[in-house]
């Protein structure tokens, strides 16, 4: 657990970076801190392992003032991890994610097994270990940072906009990545960012800053959607937090029709309506439409799943009937655009 | 036709034998080379590496070492003669003055130069200062502590002519004696042995400067990506609009 106690940073030049902040982050949940640039996320972050001490309040970790602790000692225990990377040019991969371990005493032998563990953890072949940083792509680089961040096993990670620095794409892969690892690791993460979508995406719970050094609001991402406690948050929560609120939404309260459906490979009569294909497990396959013509289909939900996946469902059927299924992926029924939208607006009020 | 004659001075047997032959020159000239290029690195690669690393200082190193660098030599060594009077310490000084601040600019930027993110990552790794000092600053500064060094190396070596203004027997001494009984051969000669000392001298730095820079810093070099420390890289860490711009680029 890390807990900020009225932390204030203020720098020489008068710049209040951190003001007044009162947090709690909880052990073993990804805790995201987001907000505009300079608003003082990094600087909360650094205070955590004293690269910046405070100038009032109190960083605890574990209980501990970290400001009793030598910074060097401290940092050992605390995973790093920074935008780009920040890996040693001289050192090999596999010597990079040694580093802490070597540093703390281990056996260079003992160090460099736990490295290639560890490179195995992020998804790296192991013969990746003996190149250098310049020979690997952004996104394996920042792999490659996680993993010497892990390597002395600590209990709390912090990451400053690790994965601002990689295209789109790579980006949606390492959250992912980090979702995955933090399922069997159970660590405690403080993770930076500036960007709303990814703060959503991978935060338990999501801290907002302002600038100035002001926390707007803590809370998990759902209620920030639903809830924002200003209209800062609202607008940094952004235009399109109707429709990406919807996915803590559930759809539950829509009700499915039935549908005609059509077995694969059977013959097709002509109909006025449009018929679902459904193979030998009921598993959705297409539409035939009423002039007999097959179509593929649109996006399937689960029932029960959020409303958004509904109404992308509804909205991006050839037929306008969105197709819900059960876990096991069989049909469970159709819904319109307009129920998904009436549950929403009921819901509203 | 000068280079004829010249060449003929070069290989004359006459030159190659007694005190005051080629050999004995070149080699009393690389005596004083190293001399003054080992001598000023044993100041300015620490004072270098402190400044570099602590960030304390930079301005009063810059301008002493201009200072420095303003002070002509010949001029040095003979001011040096007179309050001293020995006239090897004057001209090893001397050399050591003109070395130092190439050697200098080229660790203290060595170190500076230093990717900020990977000097963070060191410290936010637990590293000490002096941890951070040898295992991840100077090895990245090693291509431009090198670099210094040669350039020491090259003005030594041309420099080191000037000793013969006070009597010491190295290369400069054809030179000297050339231009003053206007022998032409000899102080042509004179000079394309010191030329061809420099270039050897540039020659042997390199290969032991491929021996000390790492091979991923070199990689790092060669591929011509964001090496360490680029003045763009540098600017990341002052969180102004520039940050992002800079950072995602
Ligand atoms: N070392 C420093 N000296 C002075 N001002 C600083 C320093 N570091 C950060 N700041 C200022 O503190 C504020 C917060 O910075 P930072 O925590 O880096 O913001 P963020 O990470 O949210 O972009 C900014 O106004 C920034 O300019
Ligand atoms: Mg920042």
């Known amino acids: ?349 | 036709m000068i280079f004829a004659d010249a060449f003929g001075w070069l290989l004359d047997p006459a030159n190659w034998s007694g005190g005051k032959s080629i050999p004995v020159r070149i080699g009393i000239h690389l005596l004083y080379c190293f001399g003054a290029v080992l001598g000023a690195a044993l100041i300015a690669v620490p004072l270098g590496l402190f400044v570099g690393h602590t960030g304390r200082g930079g301005l009063v190193l810059v301008g002493g070492s201009n200072a420095l660098r303003a002070l002509p030599t010949l001029g040095l060594v003979t001011f040096l003669y007179l309050v001293v009077g020995g006239s090897t310490v004057s001209v090893l000084i001397s050399l050591v003055v003109l070395a130092v601040p190439p050697i200098l600019a080229g660790t203290y930027a060595g170190v500076q130069d230093v990717d900020r993110g990977v000097v963070d990552a060191a410290r936010g790794m637990g590293m000490t200062g002096a941890q951070r000092l040898w295992q991840v600053e100077v090895p990245n500064a090693m291509p431009l502590l090198v670099g210094g060094l040669r350039n020491a190396m090259l003005q030594v070596v041309a420099t080191a002519s000037v000793a013969a203004f006070v009597g010491v027997e190295t290369l400069g001494r054809p030179l000297l004696d050339g231009i003053r009984v206007l022998d032409y051969p000899q102080f042509v000669g004179g000079a394309i042995l010191i030329a061809l000392l420099a270039v050897v001298l540039d020659a042997v730095l390199a290969v032991v400067g491929r021996l000390v820079v790492p091979a991923g810093v070199r990689l790092s070099a060669r591929t011509g990506k964001a090496r360490p420390g680029s003045a763009a890289s540098r600017r990341r860490e002052v969180p102004t609009p520039v940050e992002s711009g800079g950072s995602t680029a």
Request: with cysteine; glycine share 10%; proline share 6%.
């Open chain 1, 1 to 349: 657990m890390i807990e900020f106690r009225d932390v204030t940073k203020r720098f020489d030049d008068g710049t209040t970076a951190v003001n007044g902040l009162d947090l709690v982050v909880e052990a073993g949940t990804i805790t995201v801190f987001v907000g505009p640039s300079g608003c003082g996320k990094t600087t909360s972050l650094r205070m955590v392992n004293r690269m910046i001490d405070p100038t009032s309040g109190t960083v605890l970790v574990d209980g501990r003032d970290v400001l009793g602790v030598d910074p060097p000692t401290l940092r050992r225990g605390i995973g790093y991890v920074i935008q780009q990377a920040g890996l040693f040019p001289h050192r090999t991969v596999l010597d990079n994610v040694a580093t802490v371990p070597l540093l703390t005493g281990w056996t260079r032998r003992k160090a460099r097994q736990r490295a290639a563990e560890l490179l195995e953890l992020v998804g790296l072949p192991a013969e990746l270990g003996r190149r250098y940083p310049v020979q690997l792509s952004g996104g394996q680089q920042q792999r490659v940072g996680v993993a010497r961040a892990l390597a002395a096993d600590p209990p709390v990670l912090l990451m400053d906009e690790p994965f601002s620095a990689v295209d789109p794409v790579v980006r949606e892969g390492l959250q992912d990545e980090l979702l995955r690892l933090q399922a069997e690791l159970d660590k405690t993460i403080v993770f930076v960012t500036h960007d709303i979508d990814e703060a959503i995406r991978i935060g338990e719970k999501v801290a907002v800053m302002r600038t100035g050094g002001f926390l707007a609001q803590y809370a998990p991402p759902a209620e920030l959607l639903t809830r924002p406690a200003d209209d800062f948050v609202a607008s940094f929560v952004g235009k399109d937090r109707g429709y990406r609120r919807l996915s803590f939404v559930d759809s539950s309260g829509v009700e499915v029709a039935e549908v005609p459906t059509i077995a694969e490979g059977a013959p097709v009569e002509s109909s006025s309506d449009w018929r679902l294909v459904v193979d030998a497990d009921k598993r959705p396959q297409g539409w035939v439409a009423p002039d007999s013509s097959s179509v593929p289909g649109g996006s399937l939900y689960e029932v029960g799943a959020s409303i958004r996946g509904a109404l992308d469902a509804a909205l991006s059927s050839p037929s306008g009937l969105g197709v819900a299924v059960d876990a096991e992926g069989r049909l469970a029924g159709v819904v319109t655009a307009r129920q998904v939208l009436d549950v929403i607006e009921s819901r509203r009020g």
